[in-house]
Structure formats: C-alpha cells, structure tokens
C-alpha cells in the first residue's frame, strides 16, 4: 500500500464532515426552509366521523331469540349509540322482514337526543308485544329485526349523498354520511300470546 493513500482519503473526509455538519446545523435551524405567511383564516372542519352501536349494551343481547312468545308476549330491542361527532343529529331506524325486492320504509323511527357527549343517554328502543294488533312479529315464523344507525337522513336504507364543503384555498371536500346496523332473527312461535 502506497503511504499517500491514505493522506488522500483524510483529506477529502475533514472538508466533507464539515460540509454536512454546517448543512445540518442551517436545516435544524429552520433556515433553509421558506416560511408560507399565508395565515389560516379558520379552523377546517373536521371530516364526518361514523356514529357506533355498543354491542356489549345492545338488548337483548342473544341475537337469536329462538321462542318469542313462550314464557313472554312482549320484547324490547334496544341499542346505545356512540359518535365522536357530538353535534350530529342521531336517528334510529328500525326494520322488521326487509325486502329489498320490495321496499318498504322504516317500521319506527327515534331521533335521539343531543347531550353534547359522545355517548347518548336516550336507548333507540322499539317495543314489541305480540298481543297488539298488525304486529309484524306476531306470525308464527322467522323474523329479522334490524337497527340502522344514522347521522344523515337514509334514502333506500342508503345516507343522502355527501355534503360538499368548500374550503378557503378553494378546494372542496366531501363529507360522507354513514350509517351502522345490528339485527336480531326471531322465531315467533303459537304460545302463550296467541
């Protein structure tokens, strides 16, 4: 090996350290990077987020209820809501025996009220009772029971088309609705209601 080799390489590594040492002294200090003066005249509203069944709340909490009207005439479903988005407006829509060959709409509907919390206080609770008249579970067989879940208004079981939110920098956003569901199947049997 040559003895200048080596001189060679020292030489060239003390300008190269000091070179990147001095960049990265100027960029950890901010000033290679241009500052945008550009304020933000408001804060963005945030993107809609889904609202939530607590399934470990929902009532009853079998989701096969395999002999209403043994023993009981009368059931409550229930489900406790949860969405980040406090202000929104909440609505329980329930469905018995949907067909989507033939739609029909909702069997009830509950708005549920604004506490200013995430989680709701009311429960979306439908009641039924095999002795009332036009029960939809009152025929002997098998039932679907479904909760749907929304922060917007449902057409066809479907939230409206999204909100469209324009931005100051003249962009634009679209803000989805959602909605969420839960369901139970009931056999409804010849017992003691009938």
Not at 49 to 62: L, T, Y
């Amino acid at each position: 090996m040559h003895p200048h080799a080596t001189r060679k390489h020292r030489g060239i590594l003390k300008p190269l350290l000091a070179g990147l040492g001095a960049a990265s002294l100027a960029v950890g200090s901010g000033c290679l990077i241009p500052q945008d003066e550009a304020l933000l005249e408001g804060v963005p509203e945030f993107k809609n987020r889904p609202p939530r069944i607590v399934e470990e709340q929902v009532e009853p909490s079998e989701r096969i209820l395999r002999a209403f009207g043994v023993g009981t005439c009368t059931q409550d479903f229930s489900v406790v809501v949860e969405d980040l988005d406090v202000d929104d407006r909440l609505t329980v829509e329930w469905y018995v025996d949907y067909n989507p060959s033939d739609p029909v709409g909702f069997y009830r509907q509950i708005v549920l009220a604004n506490t200013g919390q995430p989680r709701r206080d009311d429960r979306g609770t439908l009641h039924m009772d095999l002795r009332s008249a036009n029960n939809p579970l009152g025929t002997p067989g098998i039932h679907l029971v479904e909760a749907l879940v929304t922060d917007r208004h449902l057409t066809n079981r479907q939230p409206d088309p999204p909100e469209e939110v324009f931005l100051a920098d003249g962009g634009l956003v679209k803000n989805p609705g959602f909605v969420t569901s839960y369901s139970w199947v009931v056999n409804t049997v010849v017992g003691d209601c009938q």
